[in-house]
């Protein structure tokens, strides 16, 4: 999808911040994947929640589904995810996402990815071809220094400029160094779906 | 216990909120509890978890191992209750849980409870006396006016000065009438224990 330029950035501009569960990596299951909704990076919205495989190839269209159908969708105006792979490797390709959902998509990460490691991770799995299209499809990684004097994170993106990427993060940054959110999305989805599916 | 002062109400004081989750009244089961950590009415710090039997006897005790147990029990100074029945007519004696967790307890209400109708609900269930005298613990009914140009909230409070609670009760509602904690325990609660559970 092309990127389209912001007009403007507002303050509250509504962001989807996903995150996922905590599970045992190279076990069988799901997932628990949790979005919150947060106006900039000042107020709680909203919880949103779906389900995806352990290194299945479901996390794409079940979060556009989640998103699609949440109340919240009509005033979303972009995705933040951490990161592209999710429930092990289940990778989200964020391309695909933006064009489903017809909203930007930022992909954070804290730390820079080795992407030759992963390479022979999924080449240890079935549809490695699929899996690394998706990589792929994440296209370039950027460096944002989000905060002064705080480590820079590295972002993907899709259907949105740099520029405007560089700005949504710096303000909705407000707590650390990544969207609250974001922040706040993996609090919720590590201290809180793992309990709750357990008992 | 007694109301013990609070020497300063420092703007990021760190309040837990505690709300219900989602469930069918007069069924057996149980409900889940989510309580939120935030700094005043600023920050989202963190989640908490249990579940509780509906109808049943344990909301307290649950609660008050709910609180005791978690990582940010040290840093907590005040818990705020979304109400004292929980889970149907799950009654927390706020007294008893401000003597056992030995932190002040505000119970928030935004409409005035008519006690009358309570008392007739109670009389249908077992263990009425049980019941009625955690209803009594909870003690007197203030109104507190936390935002200019909003309705007034309804308190009960316990371990705690009305002057005390009046003021924690404005700094920390910053986007409503109720404190962050307890709207945001609201929204995670009633949006995403169901759904979880569910599946």
Redesign the interface.
């Known amino acids: 999808m092309d990127s389209k330029k912001f007009r403007c950035i507002k303050p509250e501009i509504r962001v989807l911040g996903i995150d996922d569960g905590q599970f045992i990596p190279r076990t069988k299951g ?1 997932v ?1 994947v ?1 979005g919150v909704v947060y106006r900039g990076g000042l ?7 779906t ?1 995806i495989t352990i290194d299945g190839l479901d996390a794409t269209e079940k979060m556009a589904e989640m998103i699609k159908t949440s109340p919240y969708y009509p005033e979303l105006r972009v995705v933040v995810l951490d990161g592209i792979t999710f429930a092990g490797f289940n990778i989200v390709d964020i391309s695909a996402l933006c064009r489903i959902v017809d909203l930007p998509v930022i992909s954070v990460v804290r730390d820079k990815p080795d992407f030759e490691d992963i390479e022979v991770a999924l080449k240890n799995l079935p549809d490695f071809e699929y899996r690394w299209r998706a990589m792929q499809n994440a296209g370039q990684l950027f460096e944002v220094k989000t905060r002064d004097g705080e480590n820079p994170i590295f972002v993907h993106l899709s259907g949105i400029l740099f520029e405007d990427a560089q700005k949504i993060l710096k303000k909705t940054s407000t ?1 650390s160094n990544i969207p ?1 959110a974001l ?2 999305a993996h ?2 989805a590590s ?3 793992k ?3 357990k ?1």
Chains 1, 2 share one sequence.
Do not use: A, N, P
């Open positions: 799901i628990d949790v107020w709680f919205e909203g919880v949103t929640h389900q707590r609250e922040r706040v609090i919720i201290g809180l779906t309990k709750i599916e008992i």
